[in-house]
Every structure is written in C-alpha cells, then in structure tokens.
C-alpha cells in the first residue's frame, strides 16, 4: 500500500490551477453570463422565461447524465493503465473546444446551444472527477482538508481573474449587447486552456500501469473492476452513506449555481450593477469560506465542517426565499428603505460561505475514504453521486418552475439540505478511514 505523504507546494499550485482554470466555465458559461443570456435572449419567451429555464436545466442535466454513465468506468480503466493525465487532457480538450463553440449559438438557434451546453458541460463535470482523483496522492489525511480548500479558493479567484474581461470589454447580458456578450464562450474557453497548463507540466502521474488482458477491451475492463467494488461496498459503508447524503446536497447546491443569478434577474429584478456587486461577493465569500473551514475540516474533522455547512445553506435558502419579506420589515420597522436587490447581496454572502466550503469537505471526505491504489475509480463514484444529483436536481426545479414559477420552486433546495444532513447520520468519519487504509 503506498504511503500518503505530501507532496512538493509546486504540485498542489499545478492541481489546484485546474481548479483556478475551469471556474472559468462554471462561473461565466453556468453561473453567471451565459446562463441568463441562454434563458433570456437566445430563447427569449418573457415574461416568465418558463420553456428557456427549462431547455437550461435540460441541457445541463443531459451532460450530468453522460458523467453518471461514463464515471466510475473511467476512473476504474484510469487506475488500471495510470492514465489519469491523459484521460484528464481528453476532457479539458473536448471543454475547451465545445465552450469556444458557444459564440455561433444566437436567438432562432437555441437546438446549438443544447447541443454544445450538454457537450461542454459533460466535459467540465468529468474533468471535476478526474482532477479530483489526484488528491489522496497529495498529503497525509490531516492535511487534505487544507489542501482541498486550497485548491477551491483558488478556482474562486480564477473566476474572478476570468470575469474582469466579460465586466470590462465584454459589458452587459441584454439582446443590444448580443454581438459583444456572445463571445463570453470563446473567452472562457480560452482562460480554461492557458490557466490549465501548470497543471499538466506539474502533477505526477504516481501509479503503475498494468497492461489489459488479452481479450479484454477497456470498458470490459472498467465495468469489471466497478463491480467488484459494489460487491465489496458493504466495507466501504461509510463512504456509501456519505455518497447519499452528498446526493442531497449537490442536488441543491447545483440548483443554486445554476439559478442564482438566472434568479436575481428574473425575479429580484436586479440591476446590472448589483448583478456584478453579488459576483464578486460571492467570489470573495466562498473563497474565504473554502479556506477557513479547509483549517476547521483538519481540525474538527470533515464531516463535522460537511454538517456544519448543511446547517449554513438551510439558512441561506430560507433568506433567499424570505428576501422581500425582510425588504419590507426593514421599510416598515427600521424606515430603512432598501430594495430588494441590496438586500439580496447579504443573502450571497451566506450562500457564498457555504458554496466552496460544502464542496470541499465533501471532496476531502472521499479521499480520506479512498483507497490510494482505487483513488480514480472511487472519485468516479464521487463524480457519479454529484452529477447524478445535479442532474435530478435540475430536471426538478425545471419542473416545479413551469408549475409554481421560480420563486416557489427555490425552496425545493431547503428540503435537499435538510434531507443530507438528516442522511449524514450514517457517516462514521474514523471507521470510514480505517476501511481506505486497510483496502488494497
């Protein structure tokens, strides 16, 4: 059994960066930009913008379910030959160059941009798993937490490093700016393939390739080595319990990536300035969250920072949904008189606390809980249990937003919340270590 030691700071900058370099799409293509361009212009069916959440959320989950599919296989066949690099490459290239594609999707060719959303972002999610494997390769179990964190906080300073060109050059999501917020795809795609490189130049490849069987093709290969891992699961049952709960929690939380700002546009009405002002407050807060509970997952523990930060997107969730409520008591009660849009950028600030602290003890967790000679194929299950629940998360909010409008449907988030935390219960955090370290 190899031995968790820690690795060169020059190796966990080059991982970290990918994280640094994909936020480039999960902020511009999925958060922020090109969602509400997608919702609003290219499709276009105001006033409630109902079919294009809906394509949206299609689209989405579409990618998420190819992730969910090809997952745990990859990771399987990725352990087995040590090509975690190279399958790590094939993803970041298929990213960049569907996400490039992106400009040629206008209003009359909403077809394109569902095709391409569901190419880029199966490419992205599967890279997630990939660069994710990498870590129990990184350090000893005390650190990981800090090294996780580490990685997190960085991809949120990278995507506001990527975001200052859509703010100054680019301008704003509205049908007159179209010619120049279009090439909002062509951007990310490019800061995701430069931001990237140290990644490939510094993170090694530390396992030792076996060759195939003869008669045995890859996916035979990969499928028989997932399967012995279902079988033997019962001794992995704290990772297992986990993956359930996780399913929960991602199912929300990529609810709130996805709509958030889709959200402050159509139904806080925000303006453009407040829309940048909650970008950057997010960015800020999660980033400072990624790293603070990084320290408080190695102290206390990851799972005790897991549940803790469940208890933070309840909160947040209830004010998101309470946000004009509150606008009205602090008019009535304080004659403070706020609009709305202001005091949803103290909503961010929670939501972004909890947004790269939730991620990242779910991410430390899974490596505490893996195997180092099955860590690709155990990060499939991770990259499984995520995608899955962002898939079946957005086909839900897709749904419930036809039938109750987007407001009402946002709640939908404060029951998955509530249901990881009640399933974290199962999690033993000491008996799921001791299953990794005595598995070979």
């Given at each position: 059994?190899?031995?968790?030691?820690?690795?060169?700071?020059?190796e966990?900058?080059?991982?970290?960066?990918?994280?640094?370099?994909?936020?480039a799409?999960t902020?511009?293509?999925?958060?922020?930009?090109f969602?509400?361009?997608?919702?609003r212009?290219i499709?276009?069916?105001?006033?409630d913008?109902?079919l294009?959440?809906?394509?949206?959320?299609?689209?989405?989950?579409?990618?998420?379910?190819?992730v969910v599919i090809l997952?745990?296989?990859?990771?399987?066949?990725?352990?087995?030959?040590?090509?975690?690099?190279?399958?790590l490459?094939?993803?970041?290239?298929l990213?960049?160059?569907s996400?490039?594609?992106?400009y040629f999707?206008?209003?009359?060719?909403?077809?394109?941009?569902?095709?391409?959303?569901?190419?880029?972002?199966f490419?992205?999610?599967?890279?997630?798993?990939?660069?994710?494997?990498?870590?129990?390769?990184?350090?000893?179990?005390?650190?990981?937490?800090?090294?996780s964190?580490f990685?997190?906080?960085?991809?949120y300073?990278?995507?506001?490093?990527?975001?200052v060109?859509?703010?100054?050059?680019?301008?704003?999501?509205?049908a007159?700016?179209?010619?120049s917020?279009?090439?909002v795809?062509?951007w990310?795609?490019?800061?995701?393939?430069?931001a990237?490189?140290?990644?490939?130049?510094?993170?090694?490849?530390?396992g030792?390739?076996?060759?195939?069987?003869?008669?045995i093709?890859?996916f035979?290969?990969?499928?028989?080595?997932?399967?012995?891992?279902?079988?033997?699961i019962?001794?992995?049952?704290?990772?297992?319990a986990?993956l359930?709960?996780?399913f929960f929690a991602m199912?929300?939380?990529?609810?709130?990536?996805?709509?958030a700002f889709?959200?402050?546009?159509?139904?806080?009405?925000?303006?453009?300035?407040?829309?940048?002002?909650?970008?950057?407050?997010?960015?800020l807060t999660?980033a400072?969250?990624?790293?603070?509970f990084?320290?408080v997952?190695?102290r206390?523990g990851?799972?005790f920072?897991?549940?803790?930060?469940?208890?933070?997107?309840?909160l947040?969730?209830?004010?998101?949904?309470?946000t004009?409520?509150?606008?009205d008591i602090m008019r009535?009660?304080?004659?403070?008189?706020?609009?709305?849009?202001?005091?949803?950028l103290?909503v961010g600030?929670?939501?972004?606390?909890?947004?790269?602290?939730?991620q990242s003890?779910?991410?430390?967790?899974v490596?505490?809980?893996?195997p180092?000679?099955?860590?690709?194929?155990?990060?499939g299950f991770?990259g499984?249990?995520?995608k899955l629940?962002?898939?079946?998360?957005l086909?839900a909010?897709g749904?419930?937003?036809?039938?109750v409008?987007?407001?009402?449907a946002i709640l939908?988030?404060?029951v998955?919340?509530?249901?990881a935390?009640?399933?974290?219960r199962?999690?033993?955090?000491?008996?799921?270590?001791?299953?990794?370290?005595t598995?070979?």
């Open positions: 059994m190899r031995q968790r030691s820690r690795a060169s700071n020059k966990i900058v080059g991982w970290a960066m990918f994280d640094f370099a994909n936020q799409y902020l511009l293509i999925v958060t922020v930009v969602g509400d361009l997608f919702t212009i499709v276009g069916d105001a006033p913008y109902r294009g959440n809906l394509l949206w959320s299609l689209s989405l989950a579409t990618g998420y379910l190819g997952s745990p296989i990859a990771g399987a066949v990725m352990d087995y030959t040590a090509s975690k690099k190279r399958f490459f094939a993803s970041y290239l990213t960049v160059i996400t490039g594609a992106l999707v206008a209003p009359g060719y909403a077809w394109l941009g569902v095709l391409l959303l569901i190419v880029s972002n490419g992205y999610s599967i890279g997630e798993a990939f660069i994710a494997s990498f870590l129990p390769d990184l350090g000893p179990p005390e650190d990981l937490g800090k090294i964190g990685g997190w906080a960085l991809g300073i990278g995507g506001m490093v990527s975001a060109f859509v703010l100054l050059v680019l301008g704003e999501v509205s007159e700016n179209f010619e917020i279009r090439w795809g062509p990310a795609a490019f800061f995701f393939l430069v990237a490189i140290p990644t490939f130049l510094w993170v090694r490849e530390r030792v390739a076996r060759p195939v069987p003869a008669g093709s890859y035979s290969l990969g499928f028989g080595r997932v399967k012995t891992t279902l079988g033997h019962k001794e992995h049952r704290d990772l297992a986990l359930v709960s996780m199912s929300g939380i990529y609810i709130i990536i996805t709509y889709i959200y402050g546009a159509q139904v806080i009405g925000w303006d453009e300035q407040v829309r940048t002002w909650m970008f950057i407050i997010v960015q999660a400072l969250g990624a790293i603070a990084g320290f997952q190695d206390f990851a799972l920072t897991y549940r803790l930060t469940l208890l933070l997107w309840i947040a969730i209830a004010l998101i949904y309470l004009p409520v509150f606008t009535t009660h304080f004659g403070v008189d706020w609009q709305a849009q202001y005091v949803f103290l600030c929670v939501a972004g606390l909890s947004l790269g602290s939730c003890s779910t991410r430390t967790l490596g505490l809980f893996t180092l000679s099955r860590s690709a194929e155990y990060f991770w499984l249990s995520m629940a962002g898939m079946a998360g086909m909010i749904l419930l937003q036809i039938l409008g987007l407001k009402s939908f988030c404060l998955l919340f509530a249901a935390l009640f399933f974290s199962e999690v033993d955090e000491v008996r799921g270590r001791r299953a990794a370290d598995t070979h």
